[in-house]
Each structure stands twice: as structure tokens, then as C-alpha cells.
């Protein structure tokens, strides 16, 4: 294996990236070349590649594999990172460094004009980015649990509402950012923040943030919050492959994601995009886990058993399956293989504690060519005065429920399809409780259901398996007297008490946001009158969940999910800039005439394993 280190590539505005090229010892090229681009540091591992066995594998190490097979690997730093000239700004920039890298490389005499993209999160959104510009050379991609499909929607805001995980993320890249790197006194400045305490001050402000110390990373996370409206910038190169989707390449894609990851909906909405505007095959794998942590069978605090990592279950190995992905794909093959899903079916388990301490879920793998799920149908259940979820429509004339939401008492987010939240808040399936490892609570483990401004509807005890597979959504017809509020939905699998779980254990499956002010449009904000009853759509992540017989479903209605999203002042202020917070007081109509209720995907308990 030959290396050449740090070949700094031009861009079209005269900066450099760096770029590590490792090319097959002895071997006659030219060859096909497969990259990654990273922010994370071209010369170290990426968390992607843990195996199940415990090996970290290097980049260098999985150079000699690729290399071994006949392709040449390459890593780039991403502009403004580590090697690489320039200011970072995220997201925006990768659509043309990566079309710009790509057309550098198909010039260069060891290419033989075929290129491989792969990259877990940050490393898959630079692919998409690149990918909806067309660029030269671009034959196949491995987009692993990234990838923005429309950041507005689903990466950097949701429903309305901003992800605060895009905060915590800016706050300790920060630390790794050129200035920091260069100047010991910013690095040792943003070490002496407090981004617990910074956590309780919001919104930030320019030059009031712990970012400060960073100006560039602070301006592009208070950018993204301000822009509460679906306006151009939303439909940046980078962030929006959405605008993109009939101008991409017709290649075969790997899509990875989980259903506790953050970035669920992008990756369902990118595969349907390519296998409806394409005829290359397309591969879906959907499992159980956090963000990216593939052969980690637990998730929080609920176990879904060994079967549930990739290693040995999904294919022998995540490198294994990326060098036969582009084996087939950017080589020729006499080999054609059928479109391919598999997804993991969470479920099913015993409900015990297990050693760890974790409750036994577990779960099975589907196997099939479609996404949803063959048979797949629509199951209604509304929401009733009797706090109950029923098949049955609601015949009151006038029935309803309130609460009050205060912003300085928000409803703390204990787990869900996150990342990246460290050290404030984390992903995963936990029982929802105010536990005090958890920020923002009240720190006395009572149920989240028992609080005055969450309500709760759920099933009787089912009579039989339930598998909830693919989209949900929830129709809630409201009234306030705040000009602006939120409304949350959150999808609870109910357990029964048990000897280890004497008061049950309420585990989340999935759960979304809606502000308000964007119930009409995303462009145009309208506020609310008081005392107006309107509906309000909430969106929660697709998931795949098997809710076991003598189990209750159950979805709880709130107005915050802090710290996973910014607090809605409920003042009706620009976003990021509300400096006069109030109580709402909330109603949620359950009448025959506004029949507020929960839309699920459902498909026969003989689903195909």
C-alpha cells in the first residue's frame, strides 16, 4: 500500500483540503476509489468502526483492506477541520468541496472514473450533499445514519421547534476548532464553561453563549435558530436533498439508520426518494440502536437482546459489508441482487431485568424488499375524555382537556431518537420517570405521567400482539390563549407491574413536536387567536415496535421536550429571541366535531422474519 499524506486538494475559491490518498501496492490501476469526508479528524478512527469484538479499527487499517481489494481510500478533512484550510461552517459548504474533491479525483491518473462514498453522520451528510450537485464520477453510497433528506424538518429543526443537540454538538467541537487548537486560552475558556448552567439561560445571544469564545461556531448555531420560518435558507446546497431529488444520481445506495437515531425520517425519506426517481437497487437496514452504535444491543435502559447487533446477525462485519457493497457496485459483477430491507422489530421479550440492570425488550429481524412493510394499514385510535385510546370516534358534543405550560417548568426529555445531546441530555429507551440523572427534572423518579401539564391517553391491556411498524401521526385539534405554543406526542409501551418492575415500566417508542404558528405553513407563520379551536399535526420518527399482548399503548400530549428542543415562550417572539416567556393554557378538544386522535402503521402479527 502506497500513501500520500495530506495532498491538499483545491476548491473552486482557492482553498486547500486534506486529503490522504492510499493506493494498491504494485498493482496497475487505474482503479475505482471509494472516500470518506470527515470533520472528525482524517488521521483517527472513526467511532464507526467498532466491532463487535472490541477492535477499533484504524483508518489506516481499513485502507489495507480496501487497498487489498483493488480500490484506493481516501479521507479528506472537511473544510475549516484539523489538515484543511479554511473556516468551518456547517453543512453548507460540502455540496461543492465534495463535488470539487470528486472532480479532482476522477482527473487524476490512478482513478478509473468510478467513486465510492461512505460515512457515518457528519461523513454521510457530505455525501448527500455532494450527491444532489451530481458530481463527476460518483457510482455508489454508503450513507450510514445521516444524510438530510430536509434539516428543517428533521437534523436541525423539527415541527417548528429547534433540536438543542445542534448546541450541545458546536460546544465541544469547539474544543477541536482551528482557534482552539491553535491558542491553548480558547480551548482552556471553553473548559471553564458550564453548559449545564448555559442550558438554563436560554435562548443564547450573541457574544451571551458559551460559544462565544468560538465566533464562527457560535454565529451558525444562532443562524439556525433564528431561522424559524422555511425560507431560502432551508434550501441551502447541503441541507435540503429534498430540492434535489430529481436530479440525483441513479446509483446504489446503503442506507443505514436506527430507530433511536436522529436521523430516521431523512434516511426513510432518502430511500424512497432514490427507489422511486431510480432504477439502481437500493439497501435499507433499520436497527434498534443509538446513533451509530450498531453492535450495541442495548439502547437506555431497555436491552433488545444479542440478536440485535449488525456483526454476525445483519453481515459478518460493518467493513465486510461495505467492501462487498462496493465490490458490487463500482466494480463489474456478474452478480445482481434484489433491493434488500431489513429491519429490526423491537419487542417481544420477556420484561425482565436482566443482569445489567436493563429490561429485556428484545426483538427479531425482518427480512424483506419493502419499505413500509408489506400488508402494512392504518390504525385510528382517538383520544377521550376518559384519558382513554379507542377505536371507537368520540359522540360528546363538547368534551375537552387542559393544562397550563409554563416555560420555566418544561417537561424534561428522558431519552428518545437523539444524539449527540452529551453532556446535557442523552438518547435511548428509558422508563419515563423524573429521574435525577436526567437534566431538568424534578430529581424524585415520579412518573412523567403524573404530572399536571403532560396528559395521557392509553389502551385497555391488549388482548393480542400489536406490531407497529412505519409512520404515526397524531391529529390534535387545540385551542389556546397564548399567540404561539407547542404541542408534544410521545408513543409509550406500556408494561404491566411485574416482580422487577412493581409499578410497570413505561418505555418510549418514539415521539414529535409541533409549534403552533406553522400548523398552516412552514413558510407563513400564523398565529393563534384565543379561545380559536384549529388542528395540529404531529410527526413523530417512523418506528417498529411490537406491543405484546397485556401491554397498554399510550401517547402523552405536553407542550415541551427540553432539552431536546428550545422551550416555546409561548410570547409568539422570533425564534431564539424571546425575552418575555408566559404561561399558555392549552386545551385538547375530544369531541365528535374536533376528534383529536393517533394515526399508526400497522401490519399483521405474521410479518415475515
Known amino acids: 500500500m502506497q500513501i500520500l499524506p495530506d495532498q491538499?486538494?483545491?476548491?473552486?475559491?482557492?482553498?486547500?483540503?486534506?486529503?490522504?490518498?492510499?493506493?494498491?501496492?504494485?498493482?496497475?490501476?487505474?482503479?475505482?476509489?471509494?472516500?470518506?469526508?470527515?470533520?472528525?479528524?482524517?488521521?483517527?478512527?472513526?467511532?464507526?468502526?467498532?466491532?463487535?469484538?472490541?477492535?477499533?479499527?484504524?483508518?489506516?487499517?481499513?485502507?489495507?483492506?480496501?487497498?487489498?481489494?483493488?480500490?484506493?481510500?481516501?479521507?479528506?478533512?472537511?473544510?475549516?477541520r484539523y489538515a484543511s484550510e479554511g473556516t468551518f461552517t456547517k453543512y453548507t459548504a460540502e455540496g461543492e468541496d465534495g463535488f470539487d474533491t470528486l472532480a479532482w479525483i476522477v482527473q487524476q491518473p490512478w482513478c478509473n472514473g468510478r467513486i465510492g462514498s461512505m460515512g457515518l453522520s457528519y461523513a454521510a451528510h457530505t455525501q448527500l450533499a455532494m450527491a444532489c450537485l451530481h458530481p463527476p464520477g460518483l457510482g455508489s453510497m454508503v450513507l450510514d445514519s445521516g444524510g438530510f433528506a430536509n434539516?428543517?424538518?428533521?437534523?436541525?429543526?423539527?415541527?417548528?421547534?429547534?433540536?438543542?443537540?445542534?448546541?450541545?454538538?458546536?460546544?465541544?467541537?469547539?474544543?477541536?476548532?482551528?482557534?482552539?487548537?491553535?491558542?491553548?486560552?480558547?480551548?482552556?475558556?471553553?473548559?471553564?464553561?458550564?453548559?449545564?448552567?448555559?442550558?438554563?439561560?436560554?435562548?443564547?445571544?450573541?457574544?451571551?453563549?458559551?460559544?462565544?469564545?468560538?465566533?464562527?461556531?457560535?454565529?451558525?448555531?444562532?443562524?439556525?435558530?433564528?431561522?424559524?420560518?422555511?425560507?431560502?435558507?432551508?434550501?441551502?446546497?447541503?441541507?435540503?436533498?429534498?430540492?434535489?431529488?430529481?436530479?440525483?444520481?441513479?446509483?446504489?445506495?446503503?442506507?443505514?439508520?436506527?430507530?433511536?437515531?436522529?436521523?430516521?425520517?431523512?434516511?426513510?425519506?432518502?430511500?424512497?426518494?432514490?427507489?422511486?426517481?431510480?432504477?439502481?437497487r437500493q439497501r435499507l437496514v433499520m436497527g434498534p440502536w443509538l446513533h451509530g452504535d450498531r453492535n450495541i444491543s442495548h439502547s437506555g435502559d431497555v436491552e433488545f437482546g444479542q440478536q440485535a447487533t449488525f456483526d454476525g446477525q445483519v453481515d459478518q462485519d460493518w467493513l465486510s459489508c461495505r467492501l462487498a457493497w462496493f465490490e458490487h457496485s463500482l466494480k463489474p459483477s456478474p452478480h445482481t441482487t434484489t433491493?434488500?430491507?431489513?429491519?429490526?422489530?423491537?419487542?417481544?421479550?420477556?420484561?425482565?431485568?436482566?443482569?445489567?440492570?436493563?429490561?429485556?425488550?428484545?426483538?427479531?429481524?425482518?427480512?424483506?424488499?419493502?419499505?413500509?412493510?408489506?400488508?402494512?394499514?392504518?390504525l385510528t385510535l382517538y383520544l377521550n375524555a376518559h384519558r382513554q385510546l379507542s377505536r371507537t370516534a368520540p359522540v360528546e358534543a363538547d368534551a375537552h382537556l387542559s393544562y397550563r405550560a409554563d416555560p420555566a417548568h418544561p417537561v424534561p426529555t428522558i431519552g428518545g431518537a437523539l444524539t449527540s445531546g452529551a453532556p446535557v441530555f442523552v438518547g435511548g429507551a428509558f422508563d419515563q420517570r423524573e429521574r435525577p440523572d436526567f437534566f431538568g427534572t424534578q430529581g424524585d423518579n415520579r412518573p412523567l405521567a403524573q404530572r399536571d401539564d403532560v396528559l395521557v391517553f392509553q389502551t385497555e391491556p391488549l388482548d393480542d400482539d400489536l406490531i407497529v411498524a412505519g409512520d404515526v401521526q397524531i391529529e390534535l385539534w387545540i385551542d389556546s390563549d397564548a399567540p404561539d405554543t407547542d404541542f408534544t406526542a410521545k408513543l409509550v409501551d406500556v408494561y404491566p407491574p411485574s416482580a422487577d418492575y412493581p409499578e410497570g415500566f413505561a418505555m418510549n417508542i418514539t415521539d414529535g413536536i409541533r409549534r403552533c404558528r406553522y400548523r398552516d405553513s412552514w413558510e407563513q407563520p400564523t398565529a393563534l387567536k384565543p379561545g380559536e379551536r384549529v388542528k395540529v399535526l404531529i410527526e413523530p420518527f417512523a418506528t417498529c415496535n411490537l406491543f405484546k399482548r397485556?401491554?397498554?399503548?399510550?401517547?402523552?400530549?405536553?407542550?415541551?421536550?427540553?432539552?431536546?428542543?428550545?422551550?416555546?415562550?409561548?410570547?409568539?417572539?422570533?425564534?431564539?429571541?424571546?425575552?418575555?416567556?408566559?404561561?399558555?393554557?392549552?386545551?385538547?378538544?375530544?369531541?365528535?366535531?374536533?376528534?383529536?386522535?393517533?394515526?399508526?402503521?400497522?401490519?399483521?402479527n405474521t410479518a415475515e422474519s
Not at 486529503?19 to 472516500?35: C, Q, S
Not at 484504524?58 to 481510500?73: C, I, L, P, Y
Not at 445542534?166 to 465541544?172: D, G, L
Open 151 to 280: 434539516a428543517y424538518q428533521c437534523g436541525i429543526r423539527q415541527g417548528g421547534a429547534f433540536e438543542l443537540k445542534q448546541a450541545t454538538w458546536a460546544f465541544r467541537q469547539a474544543k477541536e476548532s482551528p482557534a482552539a487548537l491553535a491558542n491553548p486560552q480558547i480551548r482552556e475558556a471553553l473548559e471553564q464553561e458550564d453548559i449545564h448552567q448555559w442550558f438554563t439561560r436560554m435562548p443564547w445571544q450573541p457574544g451571551q453563549s458559551p460559544l462565544r469564545h468560538v465566533p464562527e461556531y457560535e454565529t451558525y448555531v444562532l443562524d439556525q435558530w433564528a431561522q424559524g420560518t422555511f425560507s431560502e435558507y432551508w434550501q441551502q446546497s447541503g441541507i435540503y436533498a429534498e430540492g434535489h431529488y430529481a436530479q440525483l444520481p441513479d446509483i446504489p445506495v446503503l442506507f443505514m439508520s436506527s430507530w433511536y437515531d436522529a436521523y430516521v425520517s431523512s434516511t426513510l425519506a432518502n430511500y424512497r426518494a432514490f427507489t422511486q426517481n431510480g432504477t439502481a
Open 550 to 604: 397485556g401491554h397498554r399503548l399510550r401517547l402523552d400530549i405536553a407542550s415541551s421536550n427540553f432539552p431536546r428542543f428550545d422551550v416555546n415562550p409561548n410570547s409568539g417572539e422570533p425564534s431564539g429571541q424571546a425575552s418575555h416567556p408566559r404561561v399558555a393554557h392549552n386545551r385538547v378538544h375530544l369531541s365528535h366535531a374536533a376528534a383529536s386522535c393517533l394515526r399508526l402503521t400497522v401490519v399483521p
Open 8 to 80: 491538499m486538494i483545491p476548491m473552486r475559491d482557492g482553498i486547500h483540503l486534506a486529503t490522504d490518498i492510499y493506493l494498491p501496492a504494485g498493482g496497475k490501476g487505474p482503479f475505482p476509489v471509494v472516500i470518506e469526508r470527515t470533520p472528525y479528524d482524517k488521521s483517527k478512527p472513526s467511532r464507526s468502526e467498532k466491532q463487535l469484538d472490541g477492535q477499533h479499527i484504524s483508518r489506516a487499517q481499513m485502507a489495507a483492506r480496501f487497498t487489498e481489494q483493488g480500490f484506493v481510500a481516501i479521507f479528506q478533512d472537511c473544510r475549516g
Open 339 to 378: 433491493a434488500s430491507v431489513q429491519v429490526f422489530l423491537m419487542g417481544g421479550g420477556s420484561g425482565n431485568r436482566d443482569e445489567n440492570g436493563r429490561l429485556q425488550h428484545g426483538g427479531r429481524w425482518l427480512h424483506t424488499t419493502q419499505w413500509p412493510l408489506p400488508g402494512s394499514q392504518t
